[in-house]
């Protein structure tokens, strides 16, 4: 078995009110892109900042490569990179600045460890004199990546870095992940996005505070089930409230211009479905057989209550 780089054991957080952390519990493999998978609330950031040692954990413990993160706080800082959900720049210097003051503070230089950050910071290169404040969403994301990664940290720990930033710029965001690991650097990322979670070795899925499941996207996907069908008809709305009147169905969503429905007995025949349709004025309905998504089987394990 690999070792673990993060390890993180039934930590609890609370909020005056609010439970933010319920007992988590998980392990990030060394070498290993983790996903933390959930919707805005679900305690992912609150998770990240006892791991950077920023908080406390009231319950339970946490270690980064095998040190503390309530005893070795200063030593853990060294050897991470963090990545915050909003932007930790200054505004107010330019790229080069930004990039040599994060150098600086962690002792070591630009030049130093160049390699790793080159294929990112080549694209920064021609705005390098710009005020970090005035660079677009993506440019900020890849300068503060660099800024993460200046000291060649040991685990790379990023919350929500894609949030807010256009489809192509997350693509390539996603890309310059799979670079990092693949120099050896061990990376915890957070992401509202569950399209996103296929990028990753592993995820975990977080909702209130507590995780729904652990494993690798494909295995996740597994856990949903029942046959699922994607059904589109002009009459979305209508349609939508006809099929969720029906005993049979026991999973209905809307996913773009497609329901996802999914039935508790599986071996319902399209012949059914069809009729069913029919009887409801929606023959113009097309129907296919489809593969459960990520999003499919959170929402599906949301709704089961099936919490670890
Ligand atoms: N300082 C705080 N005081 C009170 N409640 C808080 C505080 N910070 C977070 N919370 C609450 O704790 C829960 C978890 O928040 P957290 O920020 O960790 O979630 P998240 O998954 O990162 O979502 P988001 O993307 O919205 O930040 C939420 O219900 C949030 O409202």
Same mark, same amino acid.
């Given at each position: 078995?690999?070792?673990?780089?993060?390890?993180?054991?039934?930590?609890?957080?609370?909020?005056?009110?609010?439970?933010?952390?319920?007992?988590?519990?998980?392990?990030?493999?060394?070498?290993?892109?983790?996903?933390?998978?959930?919707?805005?609330?679900?305690?992912?950031?609150?998770?990240?900042?006892?791991?950077?040692?920023?908080?406390?954990?009231?319950?339970? %413990?946490?270690? #980064? =490569?095998?040190?503390? *993160?309530?005893?070795?706080? !200063?030593?853990? /800082? &060294?050897?991470?990179?963090? @990545?915050?959900?909003?932007?930790?720049?200054?505004?107010?210097?330019?790229?080069?600045?930004?990039?040599?003051?994060?150098?600086?503070?962690?002792?070591?230089?630009?030049?130093?460890?160049?390699?790793?950050?080159?294929?990112?910071?080549?694209?920064?290169?021609?705005?390098?004199?710009?005020?970090?404040?005035?660079?677009?969403?993506?440019?900020?994301?890849?300068?503060?990546?660099?800024?993460?990664?200046?000291?060649?940290? %040991?685990?790379? #720990? =990023?919350?929500?870095? *894609?949030?807010?930033?256009? !489809?192509?710029? /997350? &693509?390539?965001?996603?890309? @310059?992940?799979?670079?990092?690991?693949?120099?050896?650097?061990?990376?915890?990322?957070?992401?509202?996005?569950?399209?996103?979670?296929?990028?990753?070795?592993?995820?975990?899925?977080?909702?209130?505070?507590?995780?729904?499941?652990?494993?690798?996207?494909?295995?996740?996907t597994?856990q949903f089930p029942w046959q699922l069908f994607a059904i589109k008809s002009q009459k979305k709305y209508a349609l939508t409230e006809w099929l969720r009147a029906w005993e049979k169905v026991s999973y209905c969503y809307a996913f773009g211009e497609y329901l996802h429905i999914a039935f508790s007995e599986n071996a319902i025949q399209m012949n059914e479905i069809k009729e069913y349709l029919s009887a409801g004025s929606f023959s113009d309905a097309e129907i296919v057989n489809i593969p459960p998504t990520?999003e499919d089987t959170f929402i599906y394990l949301m709704e089961n209550g099936n919490?670890?």
């Amino acid at each position: 078995m690999k070792k673990s780089a993060i390890h993180i054991e039934s930590i609890s957080k609370r909020y005056a009110e609010v439970q933010a952390l319920d007992q988590i519990s998980l392990d990030v493999e060394e070498g290993e892109l983790f996903g933390l998978i959930g919707p805005d609330g679900a305690g992912k950031t609150t998770l990240i900042k006892i791991l950077v040692t920023l908080f406390s954990a009231e319950d339970g %413990k946490a270690s #980064i =490569l095998g040190m503390d *993160t309530n005893d070795s706080k !200063a030593s853990i /800082r &060294k050897i991470i990179g963090y @990545m915050p959900g909003r932007f930790s720049l200054y505004p107010d210097l330019s790229v080069e600045e930004n990039l040599s003051f994060f150098a600086r503070a962690f002792d070591t230089t630009m030049e130093e460890n160049y390699s790793l950050i080159q294929s990112i910071y080549d694209q920064l290169k021609p705005f390098k004199d710009r005020k970090s404040g005035a660079l677009s969403g993506g440019m900020k994301q890849k300068l503060a990546l660099c800024c993460a990664l200046i000291h060649r940290p %040991k685990v790379l #720990i =990023l919350d929500e870095p *894609t949030t807010g930033v256009d !489809a192509v710029s /997350r &693509k390539e965001f996603w890309q @310059m992940l799979h670079e990092i690991k693949s120099q050896g650097i061990t990376i915890l990322v957070s992401t509202p996005y569950m399209d996103e979670a296929n990028l990753c070795d592993r995820i975990a899925f977080l909702q209130g505070g507590k995780i729904l499941s652990i494993d690798t996207p494909s295995k996740i996907t597994g856990q949903f089930p029942w046959q699922l069908f994607a059904i589109k008809s002009q009459k979305k709305y209508a349609l939508t409230e006809w099929l969720r009147a029906w005993e049979k169905v026991s999973y209905c969503y809307a996913f773009g211009e497609y329901l996802h429905i999914a039935f508790s007995e599986n071996a319902i025949q399209m012949n059914e479905i069809k009729e069913y349709l029919s009887a409801g004025s929606f023959s113009d309905a097309e129907i296919v057989n489809i593969p459960p998504t990520i999003e499919d089987t959170f929402i599906y394990l949301m709704e089961n209550g099936n919490s670890r």
